[in-house]
């Protein structure tokens, strides 16, 4: 029998249990949830990650005074949630962290057989050229979605485009990829160009990318602080000097030399924590590791402090954030709207990443694992 065919999680659990032999006690009482708004099929039930919080971090944003904000991070690795709470120390008794935000747009990118070159450069001009229509389908689509732009590449017989949008509180692939379905529509009724794939890998979803690097997908987020030299000395057990030589050697070189996509300690380890509490697109996570690192040893022997994350695919409503229990992580944080919850997160990476590297410059990663690390 096909497991699609049963109705409710609980049939499924009970017919893999006298399949398999096996006991799904734990899954079973993990089953918190309305069926109806969970984003899963062949639900069986659900697992869980142990969830800590650091913080509060004090954070200054363009649009509001300092606030303190706290940190949920869903994970199993020991000594994360202790590195980011170190690091919120640390950036609270230097004055705060400082936060820009800015909303590029969630992305969906079809590719088109225009046949050749020529070809493709008149699709480019028509579509420059019927832009006012592409944006009046694209929005009829959905009351929260707003056309934004679009880019192209063409390549031999195939043109790629990258369409933009402002999906408002949502991450928004699904409203995006509704969108260009409709645009679809438009450019094969007037032109008779074909989409071959709604997404030609053009967006770029999901996947490491100098395009998303470069470009910025979803919310591109700054941080920075500037760390006294007595905080560096008693809180993270080191100097500014020996700081910058650790993130220089690691951060850039170590990148450099190993072709890496994001020049950085360790983003993805806050990224993944804190989409994993807040009911995020895990997937997304990869975009996430895109990032810079800068750090620079000032005249006074403070040391000023930065991370740029130029891909946060993130979201307030629909998908995971629907689930009761990504609710209330999301409530902890004190966000009103995903521009703030995006400011939380920047954050949350820049206090794990100052820790680390702190760590490492001092030597004492292995010992913390040692002791935390269970």
Known sequence: MKLSAFKNARERREFLEKKLGVKFSLIKKAHLHNEKKICCENLIGETTLPLGVAGPLKIKNLKSKIKNYYLPLATTEGVLVASVNRGCKAINLSGGAKVFIEKTGTTRGPVYETGGIERGFWFLKWLKKNEGKIKKQAESTSSHLKYLKHQGKVIGPYTFVRFYFDTDQAMGMNMSTVAVEAINQ??????????????????????????????????????????????????????????????????????????????????????????????????????????????????????????????????????????????????????KNTEELATVLAGAVLAGELSLLASLSEGSLAEAHKKLGR
Request: some cysteine; proline content about 1%; glycine content about 10%.
């Open 186 to 335: 438009l450019i094969e009724k007037e032109t008779k160009i074909r989409c071959l794939s709604l997404s030609g890998n053009f967006c770029v979803d999901k996947k490491p990318s100098w395009l998303n690097f470069i470009d910025g997908r979803g919310y591109q987020a700054w941080a920075e602080t500037v760390i006294n030299q007595k905080v560096l000395k008693k809180i993270l057990k080191t100097t500014a000097e020996k700081f910058f030589d650790t993130w220089l050697s690691k951060c850039l070189i170590g990148g450099a030399v190993s072709g890496s996509l994001g020049f950085n300690s360790h983003f993805t380890n806050m990224v993944a924590a804190f989409f994993s509490a807040t009911g995020q697109d895990l997937a997304h996570i990869v975009e996430g590791s895109l990032g810079i690192t800068t750090t620079k040893v000032l005249t006074n022997s403070n040391l000023y402090f930065s991370v740029y994350l130029p891909s946060l695919m993130m979201g307030m409503v629909g998908g995971g954030t629907k689930l009761a229990i990504k609710k209330e992580a999301i409530a902890l944080t004190g966000a």
